[in-house]
């Protein structure tokens, strides 16, 4: 009833960037908190960046300053911009939304995953 495809991983070397995009459809009423978290090998998943319906942004501590999350409501899609990457940023990272799907309760919903690896 309701996909999040999540895009934008790769490889890239330190100091770079890249842009992750998710993309939220099906029968949605309406989505409210949406965020990215990542995990890597060996390591729980972590949250690394929020943002409300209305704005409002969450960044882990080790992300603050060099990542950015957007939203575009009209599309229903979140972005997560990152810059000076490093490579403690290696990781999958998921994108996650509450979704309100239409007759149906809200629940939180996953992304696939895409590998971001940040390497020289």
């Known amino acids: 009833q309701v996909q999040l495809v999540d895009s934008g991983g790769g490889l890239v070397q330190p100091g770079g960037s890249l842009r992750l995009s998710c993309a939220a459809s099906?029968?949605?009423?309406?989505?409210?908190?949406m965020g990215w978290y990542r995990q890597a090998p060996g390591k729980q998943r972590e949250m690394v960046a929020a943002i409300t319906s209305g704005g409002g942004t969450t960044y882990a501590d080790s992300v603050k300053g060099r990542f950015t999350i957007s939203r575009d409501n009209a599309k229903n899609t979140v972005y997560l911009q990152m810059a000076s990457l490093r490579p403690e940023d290696t990781a999958v990272y998921y994108c996650?939304?509450?979704?309100?799907?239409?007759?149906?309760?809200?629940?939180?919903?996953w992304g696939q995953g895409t590998q971001v690896t940040v390497s020289s």
């Open positions: 996650n939304a509450r979704v309100r799907q239409i007759g149906v309760n809200e629940y939180t919903h």
């Open positions: 099906g029968s949605i009423f309406s989505i409210g908190v």
